[in-house]
């Protein structure tokens, strides 16, 4: 449950990220053999899309009119993807736990995650915060995927 908890930090920061790495990760192979992964996540067609969704995802945070990720909307997207990605890294018979621990984490992450973005972007601005968050998602996101990879 570890890989869904870390995930599940990353995601309440980006909802769509998590959901992206885990589904590439899946299409080459490298997940572990039991995991929790819905089949189609692993599809060639499926990590193309969540990877488009998750840049579209990073361009649309640096915009003046990009809403706070502690909106219902926002929060129930990190929840729903996070759960799936959470699923994921867990062994199959625990994919339910690995649900939940993904997409609860992701949501309480959200809080002091934005938090910590408002107080960052009141000194340096938006798209520079923006960036900056965006190498620690990535960074981590890869981290747990790396770690998943060594495990196969």
Same mark, same amino acid.
């Given at each position: =449950?570890?890989?869904?908890?870390?995930?599940?930090?990353?995601?309440?920061?980006?909802?769509?990220?998590?959901?992206?790495?885990?589904? =590439?990760?899946?299409? !080459?192979?490298?997940?572990? &053999?039991?995991?929790?992964?819905?089949?189609?996540?692993?599809? &060639?067609?499926?990590?193309?899309? $969540?990877?488009?969704?998750? /840049?579209?995802?990073?361009?649309?945070?640096?915009?003046?009119?990009?809403?706070?990720? /502690?909106? &219902?909307?926002?929060?129930? @997207?990190?929840?729903?993807?996070?759960? /799936?990605?959470?699923?994921?890294?867990?062994? +199959?018979?625990? +994919?339910?736990?690995?649900? *939940?621990?993904?997409?609860? $984490?992701?949501?309480?992450?959200?809080?002091?995650?934005?938090?910590? +973005?408002?107080?960052?972007? !009141?000194?340096?601005?938006?798209? &520079?915060?923006?960036?900056?968050?965006?190498?620690?998602?990535?960074?981590? @996101?890869? *981290?747990?995927?790396?770690?998943? @990879?060594?495990?196969?």
């Amino acid at each position: =449950m570890l890989a869904s908890f870390l995930m599940g930090l990353v995601g309440g920061q980006r909802a769509m990220t998590p959901l992206a790495m885990v589904s =590439m990760a899946a299409a !080459r192979g490298e997940l572990a &053999p039991d995991n929790g992964a819905p089949p189609a996540l692993g599809h &060639p067609l499926v990590a193309a899309g $969540t990877l488009l969704l998750a /840049i579209g995802e990073m361009a649309g945070d640096k915009q003046k009119t990009a809403p706070d990720r /502690i909106v &219902p909307i926002g929060l129930a @997207a990190r929840f729903l993807t996070n759960a /799936i990605a959470g699923a994921a890294l867990a062994p +199959r018979r625990h +994919r339910w736990l690995g649900a *939940a621990v993904g997409g609860a $984490t992701a949501v309480a992450a959200s809080y002091p995650g934005w938090r910590a +973005r408002m107080a960052a972007q !009141r000194a340096y601005g938006q798209t &520079p915060t923006g960036f900056v968050e965006d190498g620690a998602v990535l960074a981590g @996101a890869a *981290a747990v995927i790396r770690h998943q @990879a060594d495990r196969t």
